[in-house]
Nanobody
Framework: QVQLVESGGGLVQAGGSLTLSCTAS????????MGWFRQAPGKQREVVAT???????NYAGSIEGRFTISRDNARNTVHLEMNNLKPEDTAVYYC???????????????WGQGTQVTVSS
């Protein structure tokens, strides 16, 4: 069974920093793209940042220059370093990964349980 386990959320003041981490665990063949999404109360889930297996990154315009996504392929882990946090960054952050579980011909989309990030003004 494949799981994505997140850590690193919390409460921080505006202008502060947090780093989220997510590790894929269980039995699987390989991990392709990984990323972070977020969902604020009353809003739809939106992409924050993604990174391909080859390390190519993509960011949402609202966070570019403040957040950095990185991955450790040896540990099947993705990080999201968040700097200069703003109250509008408050949301539940979800880890996402495309993983080949080795049981079929395609990658499967997996999600973490979510971690709360709250930025106070």
């Amino acid at each position: 069974q494949v799981q994505l386990v997140e850590s690193g959320g919390g409460l921080v003041q505006a202008g502060g920093s947090l780093t989220l981490s997510c590790t894929a665990s269980g039995t699987f063949y390989s991990v392709n793209a990984m990323g972070w999404f977020r969902q604020a109360p009353g809003k739809q889930r939106e992409v924050v940042a993604t990174v391909t297996g080859g390390g190519r990154t993509n960011y949402a315009g609202s966070i570019e220059g403040r957040f950095t996504i990185s991955r450790d392929n040896a540990r099947n882990t993705v990080h999201l370093e968040m700097n200069n946090l703003k109250p509008e960054d408050t949301a539940v952050y979800y880890c996402n990964a495309l993983i080949d579980p080795g049981t079929g011909p395609t990658y499967v989309d997996y999600w973490g349980q979510g971690t709360q990030v709250t930025v106070s003004s």
